[in-house]
């Protein structure tokens, strides 16, 4: 049985109604309408923190996904899982993926931006100055990016920028 027809919660089950009604009254393609139940149901199986199945539907909808700004957001969300799972290399593929699909996507450079600040924290507390430094940098110029896209986001980085005198 799809994920969308076992949603418990009433939010998912109105969202899952609600995205049933549009994918048949808007003009798309079966193969569109497929790849968004894929998607859909990917997003449902990561709210619920079953990251693997939601990769799944995330694959089955990047195959079916041919619009670049859709996948941007399917790319992203399997930076997300990855990102959750520690995975930080492979997360930033994924992000930067997303980004060359859709430049105007502030929470991938968000993300990028604090994987950068954490491998420079992390090279700080191994004495590695220099590297940690190039992080860093790395972190602002990415945090910039995203607050150039959304100006009032990102409090904490904002602050970040300020106090490091990289704003």
Known sequence: MPRSQRNDNFIDK??????????????????????????????????????????????????????????????????????????HTRALEYYYQAIERNPYLPQAFNNIAVICHYRGEQAMEQGNHEASEALFEQAASYWKQALGLAPNNYMEAQNWLKVTGRN
Not at 36 to 57: P, V
Not at 66 to 74: A, G, K, Q, V
């Open 14 to 87: 109105t969202f899952t109604i609600l995205a049933d009604i549009l994918l048949r009254v808007l003009p798309t393609t079966k193969r569109e309408k497929e790849a968004f139940s894929y998607y859909r149901d990917g997003m449902s199986a990561q709210a619920e923190g079953e990251y693997a199945e939601a990769l799944q539907n995330y694959y089955e909808a990047m195959r079916l996904e041919i619009d670049p700004y859709d996948r941007s957001y399917i790319l992203y969300n399997i930076g997300l899982i990855h990102t959750s799972n520690g995975e």
